[in-house]
């Protein structure tokens, strides 16, 4: 079979949906990222947040706090690697039994295609989990520096290296989030494109689906509402 026999196995409208699929995941991370100035996102917030937090584990003393909240965000990201490893390897294992699988929609009358059809939907879901995978990875290691340079901010505030460490600590563990954040967002994705397995427009419906989720939570929650908010001021 050639490539040509190969993409005549997919209507225009598949190609249309799967372009809208990626394309959705790419602008989302890129809106999310880049918010405009006068309506930011929660992960820019939270940006602003992270270099706080390392500004007051300065004086903070023990830091044994600070020390537990990276190690519980190292826990997290080996949670989700190891969550994604499963999925992936569950795919793979699906992707050895497609004629089943093709057997399987033909009774449940989804449609009758030939097994390389279901063979590249399902690899489109593995693809978008080994980013996801390897995005979690990436974030579980910066962590890990993260954790290094805090242990580096010297114990003395007055200390001339004290400010600067914080920063550089601050500014990887905003890039260790932002890591996580996209591997998440990839995870959403990758469930939307199982949808494709029931067709098409199913597929362009889970991808609307899961943009309107994302776009609400980044630009119009009420955790996004409580971070602007600037808390009372309490003092007598």
């Given at each position: 079979?050639?490539?040509?026999?190969?993409?005549?196995?997919?209507?225009?409208?598949?190609?249309?949906?799967?372009?809208?699929?990626?394309?959705?995941?790419?602008?989302?991370?890129?809106?999310?990222?880049?918010?405009?100035?006068?309506?930011?996102?929660?992960?820019?917030?939270?940006?602003?947040?992270?270099?706080?937090?390392?500004?007051?584990?300065?004086?903070?003393?023990?830091?044994?706090?600070?020390?537990?909240?990276?190690?519980?965000?190292?826990?997290?990201?080996?949670?989700?690697?190891?969550?994604?490893?499963?999925?992936?390897?569950?795919?793979?294992?699906?992707?050895?039994?497609?004629?089943?699988?093709?057997?399987?929609?033909?009774?449940?009358?989804?449609?009758?295609?030939?097994?390389?059809?279901?063979?590249?939907?399902?690899?489109?879901?593995?693809?978008?989990?080994?980013?996801?995978?390897?995005?979690?990875?990436?974030?579980?290691?910066?962590?890990?520096?993260?954790?290094?340079?805090?242990?580096?901010?010297?114990?003395?505030?007055?200390?001339?290296?004290?400010?600067?460490?914080?920063?550089?600590?601050?500014?990887?563990?905003?890039?260790?989030?932002?890591?996580?954040?996209?591997?998440?967002?990839?995870?959403?994705?990758?469930?939307?494109?199982?949808?494709?397995?029931?067709?098409?427009?199913?597929?362009?419906?889970?991808?609307?689906?899961?943009?309107?989720?994302?776009y609400r939570r980044e630009f119009a929650s009420h955790s996004r509402r409580v971070l602007l908010k600037l808390p009372p001021n309490t003092e007598s």
């Amino acid at each position: 079979m050639t490539w040509i026999d190969r993409a005549l196995l997919f209507s225009p409208l598949d190609y249309v949906a799967v372009t809208c699929l990626i394309a959705g995941w790419l602008w989302i991370g890129w809106r999310i990222e880049n918010p405009a100035p006068n309506k930011p996102s929660v992960s820019a917030l939270m940006d602003e947040f992270r270099h706080d937090w390392m500004t007051q584990m300065i004086t903070r003393q023990p830091r044994v706090f600070d020390a537990q909240l990276v190690g519980n965000m190292r826990q997290s990201t080996t949670f989700f690697a190891s969550t994604s490893m499963i999925a992936i390897g569950g795919g793979l294992a699906l992707f050895g039994n497609t004629e089943r699988l093709a057997g399987v929609a033909e009774d449940l009358a989804i449609g009758s295609a030939p097994a390389m059809v279901w063979e590249i939907k399902i690899l489109i879901v593995i693809l978008l989990l080994s980013n996801a995978f390897l995005k979690f990875v990436w974030s579980h290691r910066l962590f890990g520096y993260c954790a290094v340079l805090m242990a580096a901010v010297p114990n003395d505030p007055d200390d001339p290296h004290c400010a600067p460490r914080a920063s550089q600590s601050a500014e990887i563990s905003i890039t260790a989030a932002r890591s996580f954040n996209k591997a998440l967002r990839t995870i959403y994705f990758a469930l939307a494109s199982t949808a494709w397995m029931l067709g098409p427009v199913p597929l362009l419906l889970a991808t609307a689906v899961t943009l309107a989720i994302l776009y609400r939570r980044e630009f119009a929650s009420h955790s996004r509402r409580v971070l602007l908010k600037l808390p009372p001021n309490t003092e007598s």
